[in-house]
């Protein structure tokens, strides 16, 4: 049986007890992102505190995989300036493209984490999506809440 | 007939299916190969795509080795005999749903079928030659769908609104999954232009009552358009029977290849609309400051057509009718009615759409309490158990039953009692895996 190599206990722990979840105040940007094949949703609010990442608040519905993957997130990027958080992303992103080689998660377990425990998804290309849905949305989000507390510096922009 | 039953459930209703199931599988060769590690490969999403009899194959394969050219153009060998493979798949497609052949349009698909209408609709409206305007949609009219459609027959009729200024109704669900009509007769009324439906749900698997629409919309004089995408495969479908304008159909549901769809409307229709795609084959004389048209079906038809495909649409055909289209109909009732019976014996699931067989065909979906559709389908997937999981391109109906996604099954004529019985196990299974297994009293 291949599902344990998806579904690690890290990541079912993650599902059935989420951290962070919930929307709350203040904050200074939302998103609401969805994933169109299969419906899976996040609402999700980016509080700064200059450029740290003060909170993340969030809601959705959706597979174990993508509910996971925010709890996960949350964990990663709470505290961390909005260029670190970004490149954790794109640390997650190298992980999902890497189908299940172990050496590219044994790589990435100091950066990432949980989050390494989601190797196993980049072996199903149909679940990669779900896994990256709430990063996506961080994103997007850290790019709006900057554009409001940096208005000078352009929308995506290096921040420091 | 043999069933290899590894399970037989206790008081289960087991009647003989009416098609011998490891015969129809010796003719899919893909049914023998294996997935995710050596499992039988269980497929249960012939609703997406079904899987191809070898004969189908062949006849496209026949035709690239043997008689490949483009249709209608040319007057060598190869050109004779491409075209009368092609017309003759159409003869054929056009006995099969009753139709008179200059009334069967090739398309790519359902959608490209819808699209060709809707973009006609609006064509018709700044249209030059006045008997293309007849059926023109502007300002002031409406077009009525269902809540039931998939995306593929209602968003071609929101842009079709969005375009020339004309409104979308529709007609609602009940809470066991059938259309409501109890306001048809205002939905439907002067104003309406044309009145788009399925016939059979790709996600609740109800079948529709198409007469009373039928009737409301000749009395206010509307166009009627069938989406037989469900339908046509899985049921017989005959269009003088049906009594609407339009049908339309996909070849790779019903066992033909992937490219060529079927777009059926009554000729002084047809022969009423401008063309939605033009250029070659479609026209009838070019000049430089324009152009006029081949009556349909050619004026539907632009470019080099989707020939092979064609004829391996004709060969799926084929094989259906010499099974039997009622047969086939039988077959999959029986399958449904003991997957709902199978289904709804297991604590936690619930099946969205009519719990019966009453009016339904085999597209079965449902939720399990506590795991998402794609969790349970990744634990389908590890067993070789194949299934749809999602909104199934029908978002508004997952909405309107208050659920993300469901776990869709369908059948079709190579499915067992065996398959159903995989499948049953295997949302036990995810039950056990995620450990959501509700006491058996709440059933």
Not at chain 1, 48 to 55: E, K, M, R, V
Not at chain 1, 113 to 133: N, Q
Not at chain 2, 138 to 166: F, K, S, Y
Not at chain 2, 266 to 272: G, I, K, P, Q, S
Request: proline share 6%; charged share 20%; net charge negative.
């Amino acid at each position: 049986m291949q599902l344990q190599s998806m579904y690690q206990d890290i990541i079912l722990d993650h599902y059935r007890n989420p951290h962070g979840r919930g929307l709350r105040e203040p904050f200074e940007a939302e998103v609401h992102h969805v994933n169109p094949t299969c419906g899976d949703e996040v609402t999700l609010r980016v509080h700064l505190d200059g450029d740290t990442i003060a909170d993340v608040s969030y809601e959705g519905m959706g597979c174990s995989i993508s509910q996971a993957s925010v709890s996960a997130m949350y964990d990663l990027v709470i505290g961390r300036s909005v260029p670190e958080a970004l490149e954790t992303g794109e640390h997650f992103m190298t992980l999902m493209q890497s189908k299940g080689d172990p050496a590219a998660a044994e790589k990435l377990e100091d950066e990432l984490e949980d989050a390494v425990a989601f190797a196993g998804v980049s072996k199903y290309p149909a679940r990669i999506k779900c896994a990256l849905m709430s990063w996506m949305a961080l994103k997007d989000a850290s790019a709006r809440a900057l554009s409001v507390t940096h208005p000078t510096t352009p929308t995506g922009g290096q921040g420091a | 007939m043999t069933q290899t039953v590894s399970r037989p459930a206790g008081g289960a209703h087991r009647p003989p299916l009416p098609l011998d199931v490891e015969a129809i599988r010796a003719d899919f060769p893909i049914l023998s190969r294996t997935v995710r590690d050596g499992k039988r490969l269980v497929y249960l999403d012939s609703g997406a795509t079904s899987q191809k009899p070898r004969s189908v194959l062949d006849a496209e394969r026949d035709f690239y080795e043997n008689h490949n050219a483009a249709p209608h153009r040319g007057a060598h060998q190869l050109a004779e005999e491409a075209t009368g493979l092609y017309e003759a798949a159409r003869a054929r497609i056009a006995d099969f749903i009753g139709a008179a052949v200059e009334e069967v349009v090739f398309t790519r698909n359902t959608t490209d079928a819808v699209n060709t209408v809707a973009y006609a609709l609006s064509n018709a409206a700044t249209a030059k030659e006045p008997s293309f305007r007849r059926y023109a949609v502007g300002q002031g009219d409406e077009i009525v769908v269902t809540e039931m459609e998939h995306h593929a027959n209602l968003v071609p009729w929101q842009q079709l609104c969005e375009r020339t200024g004309a409104t979308l109704r529709w007609l609602g669900l009940t809470d066991d999954g059938r259309l409501d009509l109890s306001d048809l007769g205002t939905v439907v009324n002067e104003r309406t232009k044309l009145v788009a439906v399925t016939q059979q749900s790709n996600i609740l698997g109800t079948i529709n009552p198409l007469e009373p629409i039928v009737a409301r919309a000749r009395e206010v004089g509307a166009l009627v358009l069938v989406d037989g995408a469900q339908s046509v495969p899985h049921q017989p479908v005959d269009v003088a029977a049906l009594g609407a304008d339009f049908l339309v159909f996909s070849g790779h549901k019903m066992l033909g290849p992937t490219g060529v769809g079927v777009l059926w409307g009554r000729y002084d229709v047809l022969d009423a609309l401008p063309p939605f795609l033009t250029g070659g084959s479609m026209i009838e004389v070019v000049r430089m400051e324009g152009s006029t048209f081949m009556p349909p079906p050619q004026r539907f038809e632009a470019g080099v057509p989707m020939t092979a495909q064609v004829v391996g649409l004709g060969a799926a055909v084929d094989y259906l009718q010499g099974l039997g289209m009622d047969r086939v109909q039988a077959h999959e009732e029986a399958l449904t009615a003991y997957a709902l019976e199978q289904l709804q014996a297991v604590p936690g699931v619930t099946v969205i759409g009519p719990p019966d067989t009453v009016a339904r065909g085999g597209a079965v979906s449902f939720t399990v309490e506590g795991i998402h559709p794609h969790d349970v389908g990744q634990v389908l997937d590890d067993l070789g158990i194949a299934v749809r999981v999602g909104h199934h391109c029908a978002w508004p109906v997952v909405r309107r039953y208050g659920v993300p996604a469901t776990t869709r099954a369908t059948f079709y004529v190579h499915t067992g009692y065996d398959d159903v019985d995989a499948l049953v196990e295997g949302v036990r299974s995810a039950q056990r895996f995620f450990g959501v297994t509700p006491e058996e009293a709440t059933a």
